[in-house]
């Protein structure tokens, strides 16, 4: 049984966009600090049409990952972004709950 | 992600084969790690190797490398290691109301189901659709799943034929959860004739009865909440704070 929720089919739905042709970007919490809401290792897939699947947050810093996940999907560099409270772009996109995370967001070619 | 490496990923994560993927933050560089073999054109140091199988062994994903070199540059000469293990497991006994409840809720919550009744009138594809089946009996069936200490148990027949076997081999595995439908009288019983087949105290009280956490459910949906809470609490115990 799969389900759009299901946690575990991150990486599978992101190379079945793959395998449809589509630009493919995964990020991935690889460091927390405090309260941050998703645990390490926690995904979220972005395509070039604009799907997602899964999350890196409760959904705080989910449009800055999105942003540069479509800059990191054309240009294939993979990137180490920090959130968080003590972070510079705090007021813009902190997490609310005052916790850290840092993503590591990568092209997915195959 | 270079093709190879997310092939050798998604073979892994098919073949229920534990692995871990290793990326160099400062550029991408990947390689693919399991018990025996290391795939992929990053090279990892006799020590690094050790310490991503530790990490493998403990389902614990994480940065490694010289936490002391900074914080910015430090972080982007560091590897993470993301480690990918089988999914958990739920082997339900009974293929009864309650179980078509709870099935879709585990699945949703991450469990790998399967469905064990040897009465074909419950085990049907009609009730339980997308799911694996036996309809074996359950001393039969559980051997050959092999639960492990990522494996939760559930018997929900209400027939001591059915679970007094089920939970018998349920007691032999590593299963993190054992959980068994019924009464507290009901339950009280269970033991009297568990005590008979040989199983001692310590090892009954194993068996969560009444099944689920005490929240006053009633529906089977409600129950399922219920027994789904209780195997949470119990794969999650190190995260309660009392």
Known sequence: ?110 | MTPEIAERVARGRAEKEPIALVTRLADGGQCVVTAGTVEGSLALGDAELAEVRHRIDHNNSGLIGDEEAGDEAGDESRLFVHVHTPPLRLLVVGAVHIAQALVPMAALAGYAVHVIDPRRAFATDDRFPNVTMTTEWPDDALPALKADRRTAIVTLTHDPKLDDPALLEALKSDAFYIGALGSKRTHAKRWDRLKEEGVGEASFARINGPIGLNIGALTPAEIAVSILGQITATLRADRIKT
């Open chain 1, 1 to 110: 049984m799969t389900h759009p929720l299901q946690e575990d089919q991150i990486f599978e739905t992101a190379r079945a966009w793959k395998a449809e042709g589509c630009k493919v970007a995964l990020a991935t919490v690889i460091n927390t600090w405090g309260s941050s809401p998703r645990p390490v290792g926690s995904q979220l897939a972005v395509d070039d049409t604009g799907r997602m699947a899964g999350s890196v947050s409760g959904g705080c810093i989910e449009g800055a990952v999105i942003h540069e996940a479509r800059e990191i999907m054309d240009s294939g560099v993979p990137k180490t972004l920090h959130f968080g409270i003590a972070d510079e772009t705090a007021w813009e996109v902190g997490l609310a709950c005052g916790g850290k995370v840092d993503v590591f967001v990568e092209r997915l070619d195959g």
